[in-house]
């Protein structure tokens, strides 16, 4: 069974549409990343996904249930949006147990501590939440979310305005998440460098609608790879160009001076430049970054 199921998705506010046919799948045990600039519909999309706004057509099932409809299945998810949702006058230990109550645990102790340990917190359970460091309230937040021990956890801009360190430190606390209880994980977020080191799957969306998902790899390289050749000259380069652009295997090909960069949909050897006789100096290849991917793909969506 799929963890989350989006089918043919549309919202529309009033006379304004935003989203359209969205549909998209994310696997059990998935680091899966919502990408998109602000205004995309992102937020739009994981609110119907957790069954808290109604969509104007389409459909969205959580491990096979549309949370709308299924109290049991909600019981089976965590959520933390961008704000941690915790009383700031209360002990971090008194804010997991009111969470608790109201989740129906009975272990409610055990499940405070689980969720404590979990996130690195034990020893700042007695503090009152205004007096941690924001880092350290998205922990506290982050606890909250687990306390119901989730399969699926929801996450919306969740390292932001935080420093370095403590973005380190949640990215290492969402891999041990799906490495050790195979939480699968929805994240929202515009942090591309985070994405690359921890995600497996990946959508872009932009003004609602998708424009590509796939895993990371799959996105990356979509049938295609980068190289880059450094020749000896800008003549050199300019001819070697000309060659490229005329193989099959060559999606497009960017002349800067004497440097070459080279989408392929196939491999190319420097053994075959030199075979042509270019003199090469620097030969490279390798995958497109997740940001060259998410801003080629956002410029071809603009153009559309």
Same mark, same amino acid.
């Given at each position: ?11 529309v506010?009033?006379?304004? &549409?935003? =989203?359209?046919? $969205?549909? %998209?799948?994310?696997?059990? @045990? !998935?680091?899966? #990343?919502? *990408?998109g ?7 739009t ?24 409809l ?8 965590g959520?933390l ?8 006058r209360?002990?971090?230990r ?19 501590? &689980?969720? =404590?340990?979990? $996130?690195? %917190?034990?020893?700042?359970? @007695? !503090?009152?939440? #205004?007096? *941690?460091s924001?880092?350290?309230?998205r922990?506290a ?10 399969e ?29 209880r195979?939480?699968t994980v ?23 609608k ?12 979509? @049938?295609?790879?980068? #190289? ?12 070697a ?8 295997r ?5 002349r ?5 960069r ?12 030199v ?13 497109r ?16």
């Amino acid at each position: 069974m799929r963890a989350i199921e989006i089918d043919g998705l549309g919202k529309v506010f009033g006379e304004r &549409e935003v =989203l359209h046919d $969205v549909s %998209l799948t994310v696997e059990k @045990g !998935d680091i899966f #990343a919502f *990408l998109g600039p602000n205004g995309a519909g992102k937020t739009t999309a994981m609110r119907i996904v957790l069954g808290t706004l109604e969509p104007t057509r389409g459909s969205a099932r959580v491990l096979g249930e549309d949370l709308a409809l299924s109290r049991e299945m909600r019981a089976k998810v965590g959520v933390l949006f961008e704000r941690h949702g915790l009383y700031e006058r209360l002990p971090v230990r008194d804010n997991l147990d009111h969470y608790a109550r109201l989740f129906g645990l009975t272990d409610r102790s055990s499940r405070i501590d &689980e969720a =404590l340990e979990m $996130v690195g %917190l034990q020893d700042r359970a @007695g !503090d009152r939440v #205004a007096a *941690l460091s924001t880092g350290l309230k998205r922990r506290a937040g982050l606890a909250r979310a687990l306390l119901n021990r989730p399969e699926v956890l929801f996450l919306d801009e969740p390292t932001s305005s935080l420093d370095p360190q403590a973005q380190l430190d949640f990215r290492t606390l969402i891999m041990k998440l799906r490495e050790e209880r195979r939480m699968t994980v929805f994240l929202n977020t515009h942090n591309l460098d985070e994405v690359q080191r921890v995600g497996t799957r990946v959508a872009i969306l932009d003004k609602g609608k998708v424009l590509l998902s796939g895993t990371l790899d799959e996105v990356r390289s979509p @049938g295609s790879s980068e #190289a880059e050749a450094v020749l000896s000259s800008d003549a050199e380069a300019a001819r070697a160009e000309q060659r490229l652009t005329a193989d099959r295997r060559v999606r497009s090909v960017r002349r800067q001076g004497a440097s070459l960069r080279i989408e392929l949909d196939a491999p190319l050897s420097v053994r075959e430049l030199v075979m042509w006789g270019f003199d090469v100096r620097e030969f490279r290849t390798g995958r497109r970054s997740l940001d060259d991917v998410y801003f080629e793909v956002l410029s071809r969506g603009s153009a559309a």
